[in-house]
C-alpha cells in the first residue's frame, strides 16, 4: 500500500488545533488567576505585618490594656480571653458535630440524610452577626454578659463546620472495612466506634482546625455576648472577657497611634493564627487521605 502524496503532519489543524489554543488559553488563564490569589493573600499579610512592626515586643504579649484614655500596655488578657472562649466553643461544638455526623453518614435513612445536610448548609450560611442577635436575645438579655454565652454563639458557627468536614471523611471509608467487621459478628456500633472511627481522626481533626480558625476570628457574636474592655486578665467563663476582635474593633477607631499600631499587631497575631490553622488542617486532610487510600 502506498504513502499518499506529500509529508505526513502530526500537528493540530483545523478544530483540533483551535481545541488546543482554547485549552492552553485556558489554562493560561486559570493560572495566572491562581498566582493572583496569592499575591492577594501576601499584600494583604505584608500590609498588616508593616503596620503591625512598630507594636510587636514582648510587653505586647506580656502585659495587660491600659487603663482607658493612656497609653502603652499590651493585649495579653485579650489573648487569653480569646483563647478561653475558643476553647470552650470548641469543647462545645466538637462532640455534638462528630455524633451528628456519625448518625447521618452510618445509621440515617436516606430523606433524613437530606434533611439534616440542608438543615446544616442552611446553618452554615447564617451570617454570624444573626447568630450573635439569638444568643444575646436567648441568654444575654436580663442576665448580662458572660463568656461561656460567647462560646455558646461561637459554638453555633462551628458545628455544622464540623459535622460537614467529618461527614466527607466518614464517606472515603471503604466499606470493605465495615464489611469485614460485620463478618466478624462485631454490631454496628462497636463497627463505627472501633473500627470507623480510628480511621478518620485526622479528618475529624482537621474539620475541627477550620472551624476553629473561623471561631476564632469573628467579631459580630463577641458584640452582643461579651464586649468589655478589661485591664485584666479574667480567666473565670462566668465573667465577660476582652478578646482580640474587640479589642481590633476598638483600637482601629482610637485617636491615639499606639492603640492604632496595636490594633494592627494584633490583627496580625489573629491572622497567623488562623493561616497556621489552615496550613495544619490541610496537611492533616492530605495526610488522612492518603491513609485511608492506603498509600
Do not use: C
Amino acid at each position: 500500500m502506498e504513502a499518499p502524496n506529500g509529508s505526513l503532519s502530526l500537528s493540530a489543524r483545523g478544530r483540533a488545533r483551535r481545541r488546543l489554543v482554547t485549552n492552553r488559553v485556558a489554562e493560561l488563564v486559570a493560572t495566572v488567576a491562581a498566582f493572583g490569589a496569592v499575591a492577594v493573600l501576601a499584600i494583604v499579610v505584608w500590609s498588616v505585618l508593616q503596620r503591625a512592626i512598630p507594636a510587636l515586643n514582648l510587653d505586647l504579649f506580656t502585659n495587660v490594656q491600659a487603663t482607658y484614655g493612656e497609653t502603652g500596655g499590651g493585649i495579653s488578657n485579650a489573648i487569653v480571653g480569646s483563647v478561653i472562649i475558643v476553647a470552650i466553643a470548641t469543647a462545645l461544638a466538637l462532640p455534638m458535630g462528630v455524633l451528628v455526623a456519625i448518625y447521618v453518614s452510618e445509621f440515617a435513612h436516606e430523606q433524613i440524610k437530606r434533611y439534616v445536610r440542608l438543615a446544616l448548609d442552611v446553618l452554615n450560611g447564617v451570617p454570624s452577626i444573626v447568630i450573635g442577635i439569638f444568643v444575646y436575645a436567648l441568654l444575654v438579655l436580663g442576665s448580662g454578659y458572660a463568656a461561656w454565652k460567647a462560646s455558646f454563639a461561637l459554638a453555633i458557627i462551628m458545628l455544622p463546620l464540623v459535622s460537614r468536614s467529618t461527614m466527607e471523611v466518614l464517606n472515603l471509608v471503604p466499606n470493605s472495612l465495615r464489611e469485614a467487621s460485620f463478618a466478624l459478628g462485631v454490631s454496628k456500633w462497636r463497627t463505627v466506634l472501633f473500627v470507623v472511627f480510628p480511621t478518620v481522626r485526622g479528618g475529624i481533626l482537621t474539620g475541627t482546625t477550620l472551624a476553629v480558625a473561623r471561631a476564632a476570628g469573628e467579631t459580630a457574636p463577641l458584640l452582643f455576648t461579651t464586649s468589655v474592655f478589661l485591664n485584666s486578665v479574667v480567666t473565670d467563663p462566668r465573667q465577660a472577657m476582652d478578646t482580640l476582635p474587640f479589642t481590633i474593633f476598638i483600637y482601629s477607631e482610637a485617636a491615639d497611634k499606639t492603640l492604632n499600631d496595636q490594633a494592627w499587631a494584633a490583627a496580625f497575631i489573629l491572622m497567623a493564627f488562623v493561616l497556621v490553622s489552615s496550613l495544619t488542617a490541610r496537611f492533616l486532610l492530605s495526610r488522612s487521605e492518603r491513609k485511608l487510600r492506603g498509600r
